[in-house]
């Protein structure tokens, strides 16, 4: 059989799209990660940049190579503060990852089954906090949780809490998760709402039809169509928040302890470069394997 | 091997007994959406091991009403009972009817015979008695190899078949057909219905078909329903429901047929011989053997089926009536069947039909040629309304 040309456009504009995101994802994936990665791998030293070795020309690379080592990676398992960082944090995420289920399914399925001409607008009414700045919607929380804030005035004119009193959720980890939960919310709602959205309604017809009543009828069938959708939000949200430091900074306490915060510590407070891209080179490794999770679901609804 | 027929089907016609207690009763039931009226204060009663066809083009009321049965809809006025008893409030998960979707309505996550199972599985069976009731209804639908598979994985047909065994599953007192064949081509449409007619005698259920497929209903059902604008118009037999329209609407909904308006010129009785009415049909004069409500002088709809007419090049004996000379303007080839329209001198169609009965590539009668049509007394019917 002659051979049939997959493309009627095989040729150098086609190796130009597919090569866009390629040199793309090498100017600004690839490259800072092996300047990271080489960075966690030297020493820390008082100079501009901030550490030892650095490669001048091509005749001292083997000396170059030779002074590259693992130390800090070592250092990251024998202080205690990172192993509690990461495991704080993996756990804050997976926490609010629950919480943003919770509150983001109830809010897709009502979407979704929303009358069709009403959706739009609904839609539209979850991604419009985006027009404002993420670091202001943040800082807004401030002003409402901070103990002389809007929640305690509030709470104080409706009678609940005494003059004297006020709310304690500002720089704490409660604070941080309301911040987290609000901020994430149109992540978990969005994927959900596209899958909820597409499936048969009459599928529930029939599951009713066959003597299985509404509520039941929602685990055995609504929920389990739609767990790619949950599978997509909840790694939409877990793998950013795991990271996350703007958020813990903002409306965290001293003790809350969050991975991002640490990094932003060794880098800015101690100056300590190479310990800093540990740090980063590790949080990576850590979600690889949501990442994957991920990746996977992906595949498979594609 | 020759293939086993089930039980003789015998005569089967409890709504001509005036004793029978109805299986379903629909009882002034009217169904509206805001200023839409979809089902208009309709009554209608269906017997146990009926098979029974609501028939009429989209947007009639018939899919309407099979989901009031369903309980998916409530009536808006009216009641529906089901053994006497009134259903009216009864969620569709307490209901005894099972449906099968015009979409199938597949669960996709689930294989075939966790399809088949759902249904049993909410009547907290047994495992042993759910499988036992599951591989027999794979058998019944001829699905055995395919139990592990899910519907993505199945052709339009087979899904058909799963669909079907699903609603079959737990033996409802009536089983609801949405469009049931809808999605198949022809030849399987037409085995599948057999295999239904079959189905249906051998569990002895009832069922009820919701189709817009004139032929389906026909070869299916004992009566049919024929809806139109959310009431009712007749309800009758295949064939009485064919050979006795009772209005110009369900004769033109149900096959073809000549309709030719025209008015009563007089109408005898005299004893012992069948009442003949006589018709001007503007200027073509009719006669009819057949009792008739209308008096002299109404106007009426003579109408005739295409294949009670006979097509003539010779002038028949008798053409003072019922008869007509015109030009074969047209000819439908079927196969079967060649159907002539005839252009008469005022310009009025007439179709005839005549069966191909020999193997005859060139026809005696063709374009052009000037034509006698002649049709028995008995052979139209006056239609009033």
Known sequence: ??????????????????????????????????????????????????????????????DFLSQLDFENYAFLTEDPLYIQSYLSSLRMAFISTVLLLLIGYPMALAMARAPTRWRPTLVMMVILPF???????????????????????????????????????????????????????????LPLYAALE????????????????????FWRITFPLSLPGVIAGAMICFIPITGEFVIPDLLGGAETLMIGKTLWTEFFGNRDWPLASAVAVLLLLVLVVPIMIFQNQQQKVG | MAKTLGPVKRKFAPWTDPNAVPFIRF???????????????????????????????????????????????????????????????????????????????????MSVEKNIAFGLEQDNLSKGEIAARVQEMLKLVKLEDFAKRKPGQLSGGQRQRVALARSLAKRPKVL???????????????????????????????????????????????RIAVMDKGVIVQVDTPAEIYEAPNSRYVA???????????????????????????????????????????????????????????????????????????????????????????????????????????????RPITFGDMVWLTWPKDAGLVLTR
């Open chain 1, 1 to 62: 059989m002659a051979e049939i040309s997959t493309s009627p456009h095989a040729g150098p504009a086609r190796w130009l799209v597919v090569a866009v995101p390629y040199v793309w994802l090498l100017l600004f994936f690839v490259a800072p990660f092996l300047i990271i990665l080489k960075i966690s791998l030297s020493d820390t030293a008082i100079a501009m940049p901030p550490y030892t070795p650095l490669l001048d020309g091509f005749g001292g690379i083997g």
């Open chain 1, 131 to 189: 027009w404002t700045s993420f670091l202001i919607r943040v800082y807004a929380w401030i002003g409402i949780l901070k103990p002389e804030g809007l929640l305690t005035v509030l709470l104080q004119a409706i009678g609940l809490m005494g003059p004297e009193e006020q709310v304690q959720i500002y720089r704490t980890d409660t604070a941080v998760f309301i911040g987290i939960v609000y901020s994430y919310l149109p992540f978990m709602v």
């Open chain 2, 176 to 222: 609801l057909l949405d469009e049931p064949l809808g999605a198949l081509d022809r030849k399987l449409r037409e085995e599948t219905q057999f295999e239904l007619m079959d189905i249906q005698h051998t569990l002895g259920l009832t069922f009820l078909i919701v189709t817009h497929d004139q032929e389906e209903a026909m070869t299916v059902s004992d």
């Open chain 2, 252 to 362: 033109d909904f149900i096959g073809d047929i000549n309709i030719m308006e025209g008015g009563i010129v007089s109408k005898s009785a005299e004893p012992g011989q069948a009442p003949v009415v006589t018709l001007d049909c503007d200027g073509l004069p009719v006669t009819v053997e057949q009792e008739c409500a209308a008096t002299t002088g109404d106007r009426v709809a003579f109408a005739i089926r295409p294949e009670k007419v006979r097509i003539t090049l010779d002038q028949p004996e008798n053409t003072a009536s019922n008869a007509a000379y015109g030009e074969v303007w047209d000819i439908g080839y079927l196969g079967d069947f060649s159907v002539f329209l005839v252009s008469l001198a005022d310009g009025r169609i007439i179709r005839a039909a005549q069966a191909n009965v020999s193997r005859l590539v060139d």
């Open chain 2, 27 to 109: 009882e002034n039931i009217t169904k509206r959406y805001g200023d839409f009226t979809a089902v208009s204060n309709l009554n209608l009663d269906i017997y146990e091991r009926e098979f029974f066809s609501l028939l009429g083009p989209s947007g009639c009321g018939k899919t309407t009403l099979m989901r009031m049965l369903a309980g998916f809809e409530e009536p808006t006025e009216g009641r529906i009972l089901l053994q006497g008893h009134d259903i009216s409030g009864v969620p569709p998960h307490r209901r005894p009817t099972n449906m099968m979707f015009q979409s199938y309505a597949l669960f996709p996550h």
């Open chain 1, 198 to 217: 597409k499936m048969d309604g009459t599928l529930l017809e029939a599951a009713n039809d066959l003597g299985c009543p509404p509520l039941k009828a």
